[in-house]
């Protein structure tokens, strides 16, 4: 998965640089961005192609439109951001991205940043047209793929346009996705500690599977602990079970042997709806009006100090229902556990998604390695998947 990055790259003055980055943030009541965590990290790219003397292009998509403009989906909101975010830069918004109009604004030596609009009001788009690929790739001079949280989707503008555009490379971003997670998966340092939770264990079938020989310990909390405690005989009360993936626990219970750390207690409850009631009880014994919300405090401060003695951790999937207070104190153990091993000099990972969402919310997220902006493509990539955003760049050449 060695690819160029801009870093190969020379003068790039006067060319203009289309680059795809990832600005599917959220809006708020009042249309403003509510969260630039995804802008904030695409900044270093967008900043080093300036410098090099590029004019910058920007591509991303919004929301899920369904091929079609919808006024909602728009990134003007985002132009404004990003301009903030850019010290009162002046950004070019364009309400287009393939037309004539795009074109001139994409030409234009006045303009030094243009953000084109959502690349998902385009009906080609998603099914990755050929000719809509074309016409990205007449807007700039060489394309740069930072858009790690659409890598996994082959898309016109994240994998048909580096067919027609050359040079095409990875963004800073981008490359630093690659390096924390292959060198995580090739070349650990061990302790190699693995956490994984999360509803259902369908849904992560395959990283088990990949990380399983990997790891030293694979530690499995939220609700797919479940599922793996019916597999041992174990009364589960109301609690989330996928009935059809139990014969499938009980072999990776086999396979996994002491690798695999299962939550020793839960903390249960009537219902989601019922916090107040939340208390905790040994894994056996949880009872049959009830359901485990999230792991008990002798479960997380197990998981904690195996966390805390890692060398490489990586984490995807919180630990309970973290966005009620009642059912978060597994997922706080465990990010606190992994803040304390990064201070201690281990490496450590959040992939994306709910796992990013609970460092963000604890204001944790400086106190780790590296946070993935993707947690699709973070997870595919875990599966051992090729991605395809990232395929269809430039290969290294050393």
Not at 25 to 46: E, G, M
Not at 367 to 383: D, I, R
Request: proline content about 5%; some cysteine.
């Amino acid at each position: 998965m060695r690819k160029k990055t801009i870093r190969d790259l020379g003068d790039l003055k006067g060319k203009r640089a289309l680059v795809r980055v990832d600005f599917n943030v959220p809006l708020d009541t009042n249309n403003a961005v509510s969260d630039d965590t995804r802008i904030r990290a695409a900044l270093p790219t967008i900043d080093a192609l300036l410098e090099k003397g590029a004019r910058v292009i920007l591509l991303s998509h919004l929301g899920r439109p369904k091929g079609k403009p919808e006024a909602k989906y728009s990134l003007e909101p985002v132009a404004h951001r990003l301009a903030e975010l850019l010290g009162g830069r002046t950004i070019c918004f364009l309400e287009s991205t393939d037309s004539d109009e795009a074109m001139k604004a994409c030409n234009s030596p006045t303009n030094q940043i243009v953000l084109l609009e959502n690349t998902r009001f385009l009906g080609g788009e998603e099914s990755n047209d050929q000719r809509l690929s074309r016409a990205l790739a007449q807007l700039g001079d060489v394309y740069v793929n930072d858009a790690f949280g659409s890598a996994h989707r082959a898309h016109a503008s994240t994998e048909g346009v580096a067919h027609f555009l050359k040079p095409a490379v990875a963004g800073l971003l981008m490359e630093k996705e690659l390096a924390y997670l292959g060198s995580a998966l090739q070349n650990p340092a061990r302790p190699f500690v693995a956490v994984l939770g999360g509803a259902k264990i369908s849904g992560k079938i395959d990283v088990i599977e990949q990380l399983l020989p990997k790891v030293d310990t694979l530690v499995i909390g939220g609700a797919m602990a479940c599922t793996f405690f019916k597999a041992m005989g174990i009364e589960t009360g109301k609690s989330l079970v996928e009935a059809d993936r139990v014969d499938m626990a009980k072999d990776l219970l086999a396979r996994g042997g002491s690798k695999l750390l299962l939550p020793s207690d839960a903390t249960v409850s009537t219902s989601l709806d019922a916090p107040g009631a939340a208390h905790a009880v040994p894994r056996d014994a949880i009872p049959a009006n009830e359901g485990m919300f999230d792991i008990g405090p002798k479960s997380a401060a197990e998981f904690a100090a195996r966390l805390r003695s890692a060398k490489t951790i990586i984490w995807n999937g919180p630990m309970g229902v973290f966005e009620t207070p009642a059912f978060g104190a597994g997922t706080r153990a465990v990010a606190e556990a992994m803040a304390a091993a990064t201070k201690a000099g281990a490496t450590t990972i959040v992939g994306g998604g709910d796992s990013a969402a609970a460092v963000a919310e604890l204001g944790l997220e400086s106190a780790m390695s590296h946070v993935s902006t993707g947690g699709g493509a973070s997870l595919e990539f875990l599966e051992g998947k090729v991605l395809p955003g990232v395929a269809a760049l430039d290969d290294a050449t050393a």
